[in-house]
């Protein structure tokens, strides 16, 4: 007899709802600009170049595979997929109101949504990551990764808002410059994803913060220690994310 599992086409149709929403917020525009030229209003020094932000191609794609995959009856029985709960379509929720208040510029509520849907996301990942069963391959692929790729985003994404935020509100940083401030930040950062990647085993989430990192010195190459930070931050974390492959290769082995 199948376990009940009632989220799993609410978890497709939410996913739709995002991708269609995320997608209007730029072809329509929503309230007239881009969400890019809404990011280009607030000149922070740790928001990333452009490009950085084709990562949601990746993390849609894997979050399509996702829905598939829970969806499917022969996942339904799977603990994994059951401890996920509607945790899922309550970020789709918070991803969906984070584009409205970001586009109807309320940049301190969209500090909130962001939260929320940063809470969201850490929930589900610690449901999807913490199992006394060795995953499947299904598992890994399908629903560790892309909650791997996605927390990891949506905490570089964390960061950037709070600094929009802080920007907005003509805070004086105690006195300290903004690239003072902006290397303090990148610092920690560097030490979350060193917190969260040695928690779980996880080089996926520390190599999103290694793909910002490289993004923000592209961008702040007129600001010398801003990028040289950057840089150094994404070396460390790109020689832990290796490490951290190699001591999963050992778990897999023993």
Request: proline share 4%; glycine share 6%.
């Amino acid at each position: 007899m199948q376990t009940r599992h009632p989220f799993r086409w609410l978890n497709v149709i939410g996913l739709v709802a995002v991708v269609a929403v995320n997608a209007l917020a730029n072809l329509l525009p929503i309230n007239g600009l881009t969400t890019g030229e809404l990011s280009a209003k607030y000149p922070v020094l740790v928001t990333p170049a452009g490009y950085a932000f084709s990562i949601w191609s990746l993390i849609y794609a894997l979050l399509a595979g996702f829905v598939i995959y829970q969806a499917r009856s022969r996942s339904i029985e799977r603990p994994t997929v059951q401890r996920i709960g509607p945790w899922f379509i309550l970020s789709c929720a918070f991803n969906i109101g984070w584009i409205l208040v970001w586009h109807y510029e309320y940049v301190y509520a969209s500090v909130a949504v962001m939260l929320a849907l940063l809470l969201s996301l850490i929930a589900l990942y610690v449901k999807t990551h913490t199992s006394t069963d060795r995953p499947t391959v299904g598992e890994s692929l399908l629903v560790r990764l892309p909650f791997s790729i996605y927390l990891g985003w949506i905490s570089v994404a964390t960061i950037v808002n709070i600094s929009v935020a802080i920007y907005k509100s003509g805070w004086d940083g105690f006195g300290l410059s903004d690239v003072a401030w902006t290397v303090i930040v990148l610092a920690l950062g560097t030490i979350l994803a060193f917190v969260i990647g040695g928690m779980y085993t996880d080089p996926y989430y520390v190599l999103v913060f290694v793909w910002a990192y490289i993004a923000i010195a592209y961008k702040q190459q007129s600001h010398g220690s801003v990028a040289t930070a950057a840089l150094i931050a994404a070396g460390l974390l790109l020689a832990y994310a290796i490490a951290l492959w190699i001591r999963k290769f050992k778990q897999v082995k023993d």
